[in-house]
């Protein structure tokens, strides 16, 4: 695949996207943050004040944090879900804001799996155990595709039957129905990071023998229904992305290869966007099995893009302008996402068109901030901040000087 097409002079980081009948004005994506402040799995203030931000900043794409289709399926008590009814309208408010700042909202659908039931990531993930009870958060069994734990946890996971694989779809299709009536136009299928789709996928952590494990075909299977289930209840012309760890890593069994035949069969079931990610089947809830330099894994969504001719999202340690231009002009992924950058700096796409030279630069944000800034910009050309010897003396009068 070549690069996305470039007709005008304009960064590409800057050219409108469109897939389907969606277009995202920029292709900067705030990629997915965990947030750990969500009630009962609905969002609160803090995911208005985090996600509203980061839309104000620019971004063209905002996705809201992995969003549990299950209680069961969280990680943690606050994390996010869209496991009732009664969440919608509290999303709905979000996804209008984020829409109203001129960015698209995204959602990331995902069950945790066997790494259910712990404590916070400040609090590294330690799992629950029966003196928590008292604090009103007591453990539970997680599911897993076989009942193997990665760490030494109060529960061991129970192996997922036929009817916990039905009920887990069928979840998953009703989550991303709901994700529509509260006004996304993105939904993400979480296939990475060692949660339960992947722990599927992997033959680490999946032994079945029946037809959801064994060969890759077997292992790929929870995956792809998955996929068929979100496509389904997801309008015709509205994206589906799915994020996928394209190598286990450190530990790990599924590769590279392996993940370029599970884009094939995901583009085949109406799959739209690959989102490349890594590593999570091992250890704790953090990734740390692929040495986390500069675009670490640029070059698997390269790859991912190329053989199995898919659009693709590359994400982590991608913090300079020049360098997600780079990689969009070079043909390694049609979008860029960002996490801890965008943390630092919400307004990076703003410093990101001006250090590429857009003519207008601060137009990526509302024009509530673009107009002041500027402003502020004009102002630095004006005499005041040039010491004219008329200016001072104004000044001066102003200050009571003699
Ligand atoms: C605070 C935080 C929370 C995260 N939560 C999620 C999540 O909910 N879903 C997900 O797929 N990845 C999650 N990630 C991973 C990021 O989406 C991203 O892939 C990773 O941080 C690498 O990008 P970066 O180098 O720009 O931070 C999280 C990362 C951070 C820093």
Not at 91 to 104: P, S
Not at 172 to 194: C, K, P, Q, W
Not at 293 to 318: H, L
Not at 387 to 400: I, K, R, V, W
Request: proline share 5%; charged share 25%; with cysteine.
């Amino acid at each position: 695949m070549t690069g996305p097409s470039d007709t005008t002079n304009r960064p590409l980081l800057f050219t409108p996207v469109t897939i389907r009948g969606l277009t995202a004005p920029n292709r900067i994506v705030v990629a997915p943050m965990c947030q750990y402040h969500s009630d009962d799995g609905g969002p609160t203030d803090w995911q208005m004040m985090h996600l509203g931000r980061l839309a104000a900043g620019g971004s063209g794409i905002v996705f809201g944090e992995e969003t549990a289709v299950e209680a069961r399926g969280r990680k943690t008590y606050a994390c996010a879900g869209l496991y009732k009814d009664e969440h919608v309208p509290a999303y709905r408010r979000l996804t209008d804001f984020i829409r109203e700042q001129g960015a698209v909202p995204a959602i990331q659908l995902g069950h945790a799996g066997r790494k259910a039931s712990c404590h916070t990531a400040r609090e590294d993930w330690r799992p629950l155990h029966d003196g928590d009870v008292d604090e009103g958060m007591p453990p539970w069994q997680g599911l897993a595709p076989s009942a193997l734990d990665q760490l030494p946890r109060r529960f061991v996971p129970r192996e997922m039957d036929r009817d916990d694989i039905r009920t887990v779809l069928d979840a998953f299709r009703v989550a991303t129905l709901r994700s529509g009536e509260a006004g996304y136009d993105i939904v993400e299928l979480h296939a990475a990071h060692g949660y339960l789709i992947h722990q599927f996928l992997s033959s680490v952590s999946n032994h079945r023998t029946d037809a959801y494990g064994g060969d890759i075909q077997g292992r790929m299977r929870f995956a792809l229904e998955t996929a068929e289930v979100m496509r389904e209840a997801w309008p015709n012309d509205k994206p589906v992305f799915c994020r996928i760890s394209a190598v286990d890593g450190e530990g790990g069994t599924w590769t590279l290869d392996d993940s370029v035949i599970l884009a094939r069969e995901l583009k085949d079931r109406g799959m739209d966007l690959i989102d490349v990610s890594s590593g999570g089947i091992t250890g704790d809830s953090e990734m740390p099995q692929v040495p986390r330099v500069a675009g670490y894994q640029v070059g698997f969504s390269d790859r991912i893009r190329r053989d199995a001719d898919v659009m693709t999202i590359a994400v982590g340690g991608i913090t300079d302008a020049q360098q997600a231009e780079d990689i969009l002009q070079a043909g390694q992924a049609d979008l860029v996402a960002m996490a801890r950058e965008l943390i630092w700096n919400a307004d990076w796409p703003a410093h990101a068109a001006k250090q590429l030279g857009i003519e207008n630069p601060f137009d990526v944000m509302p024009e509530e901030y673009a107009f002041r800034l500027r402003q502020r910009e004009a102002q630095k050309t004006m005499p005041i901040n040039q010491g004219g010897a008329e200016t001072e003396a104004a000044m001066q009068a102003l200050l009571g000087e003699k």
